[in-house]
């Protein structure tokens, strides 16, 4: 099982831009999953922010972040990032990076946040002048 770990979260300027990476503690490859990252805000539902494929070949984003921010992941580091630009208010919430399992190779993608089994304990991502 996956012990994914967040970091890159913090205070940023409307405008702004932010890194989150997502890494494994427990040993095991990321190659093996679907990987993506979910948000929560107080009092709204968990949003499936963007996913990436095993593969690496297909990328996924939720409407409200397109054109903004950027999924990918590095097989040498065993890390996945979310690349964010041109951050709003609206983007403030905790970011979490999950996964599910997937075949080796494939092009599978989340598009769901019920389709995630396992998720990180988050990283605070606040925007605000």
């Known amino acids: 099982q996956l012990k994914l770990v967040e970091s890159g979260g913090g205070l940023v300027q409307p405008g702004g831009s932010l890194r989150l990476s997502c890494a494994d503690a427990s040993e095991f490859a990321l190659d093996d999953y679907a990987i993506g990252w979910l948000r929560q805000a107080p009092g709204k539902e968990r949003e499936a922010v963007s996913s990436i494929s095993n593969s690496g070949r297909s990328t996924h984003y939720a409407d409200s972040v397109k054109g903004r921010f950027t999924i990918s992941r590095d097989r040498a580091k065993n890390t996945v990032y979310l690349q964010m630009q041109d951050l709003k208010p609206e983007d403030t919430a905790v970011y979490y990076c999950?996964?599910?399992?997937?075949?080796?190779?494939?092009?599978?993608?989340?598009?769901?946040?019920?389709?995630?089994?396992?998720w990180g304990q988050g990283t605070q991502v606040t925007v605000s002048s």
């Open positions: 999950a996964f599910t399992h997937s075949g080796p190779n494939s092009d599978y993608v989340v598009r769901s946040p019920y389709e995630y089994v396992g």
